[in-house]
C-alpha cells in the first residue's frame, strides 16, 4: 500500500503561482511514477502531467505545459507541482497519483493509489 497526502492548495489571483506537494508512505517512493490530476467542478478528472520514479522522464497535459512543473524528492519522498501564470480555468481539486509502470499520459484506470485532495482556487 502507498498512502498519498496532499497539501499547499489555497486561493490565488489569476496570473499567480502556488506550489502543491503530495507526501507518500509505505513502500519504496522513487518505484513508482507519480501523477497530479485535477477535477473542476461538474467536469470529469483529467490529466495534468506525470514524473518517472527517477525524474528522468516528465510529460505535462497540453493545458499547463510551459507553466506548470512536475517535480520530486525521493529523499523526502514527495512530489511538487509548481504552477505558474494560473488561470481561473485551473481552479479544480488537484489530486496526487502513483502507479506502475511509468505511462506517458496515463488515465484514471492507470493509477494505483490516489490521495484525497487539495483544492486550488484562482480568482480572476
Known amino acids: 500500500q502507498v498512502q498519498l497526502v496532499e497539501s499547499g492548495g489555497g486561493l490565488v489571483q489569476a496570473g499567480g503561482s502556488l506550489r502543491i506537494s503530495c507526501a507518500a508512505s509505505?513502500?519504496?517512493?522513487?518505484?513508482?511514477?507519480m501523477a497530479w490530476f485535477r477535477q473542476a467542478p461538474g467536469k470529469e478528472r483529467e490529466f495534468v502531467a506525470t514524473i518517472s520514479g527517477r525524474s528522468r522522464l516528465t510529460y505535462y497535459a497540453d493545458s499547463v505545459k510551459g507553466r506548470f512543473t512536475i517535480s520530486r524528492d525521493n529523499a523526502k519522498n514527495t512530489v511538487y507541482l509548481q504552477m505558474n501564470s494560473l488561470k481561473p480555468e485551473d481552479t479544480a481539486v488537484y489530486y496526487c497519483?502513483?502507479?506502475?509502470?511509468?505511462?506517458?499520459?496515463?488515465?484514471?484506470?492507470?493509477?494505483?493509489?490516489w490521495g484525497k485532495g487539495t483544492l486550488v482556487t484562482v480568482s480572476s
Open positions: 497519483a502513483a502507479n506502475s509502470p511509468f505511462a506517458r499520459f496515463p488515465s484514471r484506470n492507470d493509477m494505483d493509489y
Open positions: 509505505g513502500r519504496t517512493f522513487s518505484d513508482y511514477a
